[in-house]
């Protein structure tokens, strides 16, 4: 006799018992949240909730945070990103170890703008744990995506997540610009390449040899200096292709100072850096502040 499965059941088989978490585990504390409202939700409609609940709440109650976790995204194609991440907001004396909000938005905005991406190079600046590149990877169809930062720790955690994602890596930049391999419709999946770049000492011609269509960047705008470093990068950007059309550049940001925000227009119109913002998308796909204030603005280098 076949019984139809509770609405609880269903609920669990979603969330806290999906593959996806059983492979990959959230962190303790998000868990606890989660299945605490949960359970409070239940009460309040008067249901009671599944003994099973309780359990796994008794379970997650007793665990220890670990210093890292997993956080998988759901993608409109039914796949997903899974990344590993520090449970620390600032880890080994970086934010890089942790996705941010404009990383989320500026990966929802790519999944409704595939075309930007389709059969192109991208280029991003700072990665960090690199939720935007990978959902672009599996939704956009980029012919190839390089993902750098400066920071080792960040650097070994984003070669992992791009392999947690199924991704190979590319050896070196060398082999990158020595068989740039044509992209062709068959191709399944893009190159992809992991990239030690210090924003200050990069140089236009290592920055030519990555043949950048596309420039990203998200929540890069956090102070004055880091500001001044990747106006620097984008103008070395600006020479790199002088036989073909720069490459376009959007650069996604939580609005946390508006100083810094003004600073960082101001000092893209004194580099000859033309900007305007990109309207804002229709479909919110992932889970981030709602009353935070972000935006995407596209440069003409």
Not at 96 to 114: D, K, M, Q, R, S
Not at 148 to 157: A, I, M, P, T
Not at 246 to 257: L, V
Request: charged share 20%; hydrophobic share 40%.
């Amino acid at each position: 006799m076949f019984l139809k499965p509770s609405t609880e059941e269903i609920w669990m088989t979603a969330t806290v018992k999906h593959p996806l978490c059983m492979k990959h585990p959230p962190s303790v504390k998000y868990s606890r949240s989660f299945l605490s409202e949960l359970i409070r939700k239940h009460e309040a409609v008067h249901t009671e909730p599944l003994d099973e609940l309780y359990q796994v709440l008794a379970e997650v109650l007793t665990a220890e945070e670990p210093t890292h976790c997993h956080r998988s995204y759901l993608l409109p194609s039914g796949d997903s990103v899974t990344l590993c991440e520090s449970t620390a907001i600032v880890s080994h004396g970086t934010t890089g170890l942790v996705t941010w909000n404009a990383a989320l938005y500026l990966a929802e905005w790519a999944v409704e703008n595939p075309a930007v991406f389709t059969h192109r190079t991208a280029l991003e600046l700072g990665s960090g744990a690199g939720l935007t590149g990978l959902a672009i990877c599996k939704t956009c169809q980029p012919r190839a995506y390089v993902f750098s930062d400066c920071h080792s720790r960040v650097l070994e955690q984003l070669r992992g997540n791009v392999l947690l994602n199924g991704f190979s890596l590319e050896p070196s930049i060398d082999a990158w610009a020595q068989h740039p391999g044509p992209h062709t419709p068959e191709a399944e999946r893009p190159r992809v390449m992991v990239a030690r770049l210090d924003w200050d000492t990069v140089t236009a011609p290592q920055l030519a040899a990555f043949q950048p269509d596309v420039i990203l960047a998200t929540d890069v705008l956090y102070c004055p200096e880091t500001v001044l470093s990747l106006v620097g990068v984008l103008r070395k950007l600006s020479t790199c292709r002088k036989d073909q059309r720069a490459p376009d550049a959007y650069i996604a940001f939580t609005i946390r100072n508006p100083e810094t925000c003004q600073l960082f227009t101001t000092e893209l119109g004194q580099a000859g850096i033309l900007w305007e913002e990109v309207p804002r998308h229709d479909q919110k796909l992932f889970p981030y502040e709602e009353h935070s204030e972000m935006a995407i603005l596209k440069l003409t280098l």
